[in-house]
């Protein structure tokens, strides 16, 4: 069953692991051709909140809707639809770019999978290095093969965490493009990233969460540095400051 | 269901490339199940002759001790690269990630069934070419049954702290009757005369088991891995 859709809504999500709450009462609503930035310091519910909207995740109350589908019915045919680019990239470093590619190409059962797997390392920037085993790649040639791996499919939804990591500043550009790209195809991406310098203009909105919580981000325009030190300052002062200061990578 | 069969024939061909490139599981595995065969002969037979009926419990207890030490370096690998969480995006059903590493397993227990069960028949005289196809049908039995329990515990402990102790713990006592099984159905047709309607009695209890281990690991897969 093919499950297409062009919004994503997150109702009242919380997740709890034991009696930590990882996330409470998260809310938030995405349309297709729109970047969504989730920012927060460490350990504010990030990864957590992309492992719930890419289905590897229950939520503990609250539910997710993917336009008319919810994970629990739409199962494989909306896994089909959604692209993970974890801090942990999924690839097998004994197998080589090209092999882990088609792995991937044939586990979602592509149409012509060496042809689009050409194209992706293409993409990647690896068409010469396609045959050498992954363990050889330094983080930054990992993370361009690990995003055209959850790209392989051309899904709707994009979830990434972190993607500028190991990237040079050549790469990094390239991949703002390649974003804007999957914007204007139609894409709903959400990218949970500290690299507020190649995110600025990238966005088209912010959530912002600390602790687990959602927090208000003020609609005022300026600099996207700014604002989020504003918001993390304007939640709770006095426990905000620490994590204000925490310094989103320059 | 084709869908199902392709997804679980691409797992296990990348579970067995991986295996090739490496050859981590394969040395391991036998050097494992070789020693532990042959510490037992040291111990167990005196004088050129081997301790009555002990060949076909050190073959299963060979087998056993080398597909635990198999499953946990399957998921292991898994778990390293965090590659479960991708297996587990795909677009198809779980239980077909779930057959396809089970199929990576019996091929890596087979190789190391194919040098214990030569090694067994020296050291302790076991006349194992004397039923081939009996002992070829308990082995294989006897495998699926191991390997489909132990596959879904590996997978449910891929993210548990001290997974390398819990596997044996859980595993054991679910396939003592599988173990069990295996070693009166092999040595049945180890004996001088060898006992076909009890070999055919303990494989089809065998068969029983792996129908019973299957079915309740396909059933449950995907609940227990769903965070």
Known sequence: ????????????????????????????????GTILGLLGPNGAGKSTLLAILSTLLAPTSGQVRYGTFDARSAGPGLRGRLGLLGHDLYLYPE????????????????????????RALAHAGLADRADDAVSGFSRGMRQRLALERALLHGPRLLLLDEPFTGLDDASGHALVSRLRGLRDEGAIVIAATHDLDLAEGLLDDVAILRDGRLLAVPRASGPLRERYRETLLAAAPAAAAPAAREEPAR | MKQFLRVAWVVMRKDLTVEMRSREIVYTTVFFAASCVLVFAFALVREGRPLEDASAGILWIAIAFAGTLALGRTFERERHTETLRALMLAPSDRPAIYVGKLLGVLVLMAIVEAVLVPMVGLLFHAPV???????????????LGFASVGTLFAAMLVRARSRDVLLPVLLYPITIPVIIAGVRGTAAIFQATPDEPMARFWAALLVFFDVVFVTLSLWTFEPLMTE
């Open chain 1, 1 to 32: 069953m093919e499950c297409d859709f062009d919004r994503l809504v997150v109702d009242d999500v919380s997740r709890h692991f034991g009696r930590r709450r990882a996330l409470t009462r998260v809310s938030l609503t995405c349309g297709a």
């Open chain 1, 95 to 118: 197998l080589t770019a090209r092999e882990n590619l088609e792995f991937f190409a044939r586990l979602y059962g592509l149409r012509h999978p060496r042809e689009r797997v050409g």
């Open chain 2, 129 to 143: 070419l004397a039923r081939p196809l009996w002992l070829a049908a308990l082995l294989a039995a006897g495998t």
